[in-house]
């Protein structure tokens, strides 16, 4: 098992900034890829960024990137993702997730309990 921790959502102004961490424990971090996605009120959760096991790859949904920047602490067993120019459409709550082995936008095997990130204009 492996228990995700969300923190560092809150109320922004649009084009402010925020930055999410996720703290991992359970077992070894390195061995997961990492995920952030977000759900709207009243859509489904979508994809927002994923990071390889070492950090050395991301990948980023069409809406996000140039934005939002996803990166890992492996000796902290933390994930990140720092959010720039925040717009109203950013409003959801987000959760990181984690996948053994390989980067992807599907299949997360672990979930955190979400942390709220409400953009206003």
């Known amino acids: 098992q492996v228990q995700l921790v969300e923190s560092g959502g809150g109320l922004v102004q649009a084009g402010g900034s925020l930055r999410l961490s996720c703290a991992a424990s359970?077992?070894?971090?390195?061995?997961?890829?990492m995920g952030w996605f977000r759900q709207a009120p009243g859509k489904e959760r979508e994809f927002v960024a994923a990071i390889t096991r070492s950090g050395g790859s991301t990948d980023y949904a069409d809406s996000v990137k140039g934005r939002f920047t996803i990166s890992r602490d492996n000796a902290k067993s933390t994930v990140y993702l720092q959010m720039n120019s925040l717009n109203p459409e950013d409003t959801a709550v987000y959760y990181c997730?984690?996948?053994?082995?390989?980067?992807?936008?599907?299949?997360?095997?672990?979930w955190g309990q979400g942390t709220q990130v409400t953009v206003s204009s």
């Open positions: 359970g077992r070894t971090f390195s061995n997961y890829a």
């Open positions: 997730a984690a996948r053994p082995l390989r980067m992807g936008r599907l299949q997360y095997d672990y």
